[in-house]
């Protein structure tokens, strides 16, 4: 985390290895589709709340890689610790905070 004036900056740092290629491309797909579903296919917010850079700003990465792992109690928020792992769930976010590729 870095102090920028008064403004706090927070990089997300991935545990180990970026997934194979192949992998980032399904869960590029897992977020356009599965995520996509409830938080907009644009990820705009439709159900769940948007997940674009701005909407995520300032939000800790290790809090929202816990909220794709284990879900929100009491939302529509499922786990997904059965489908990815916890690098994976990081990677995600790192994707997710930076904005995704252009789909092709």
Same mark, same amino acid.
């Given at each position: 985390?870095?102090?920028?004036?008064?403004?706090?900056?927070?990089?997300? !740092?991935?545990? *180990?290895?970026?997934?194979?290629?192949? $992998? &980032?491309?399904?869960?590029?797909?897992?977020? $356009? &589709?599965?995520?996509?579903?409830?938080?907009?296919?644009t990820?705009?917010?439709?159900? *769940?709340?948007?997940? #674009?850079?701005?909407? #995520?700003?300032?939000?800790?990465?290790?809090?929202?890689?816990?909220?794709? #792992? $284990?879900? $929100?109690?009491?939302?529509?928020?499922p786990?997904w &610790?059965?489908?990815?792992?916890?690098?994976?769930?990081?990677?995600? !976010?790192?994707? #997710?905070?930076? *904005?995704?590729?252009?789909?092709?």
């Amino acid at each position: 985390m870095l102090l920028a004036g008064s403004v706090v900056i927070c990089t997300p !740092v991935m545990a *180990g290895e970026p997934p194979a290629p192949a $992998r &980032q491309t399904e869960l590029i797909n897992l977020i $356009r &589709q599965d995520c996509g579903s409830c938080h907009g296919m644009t990820l705009a917010g439709g159900l *769940g709340l948007p997940l #674009l850079p701005e909407a #995520l700003k300032g939000k800790s990465p290790e809090a929202l890689t816990e909220t794709i #792992l $284990r879900g $929100r109690g009491g939302t529509p928020m499922p786990p997904w &610790q059965a489908f990815i792992s916890e690098d994976e769930a990081g990677w995600i !976010v790192d994707m #997710l905070m930076k *904005g995704l590729p252009d789909a092709h």
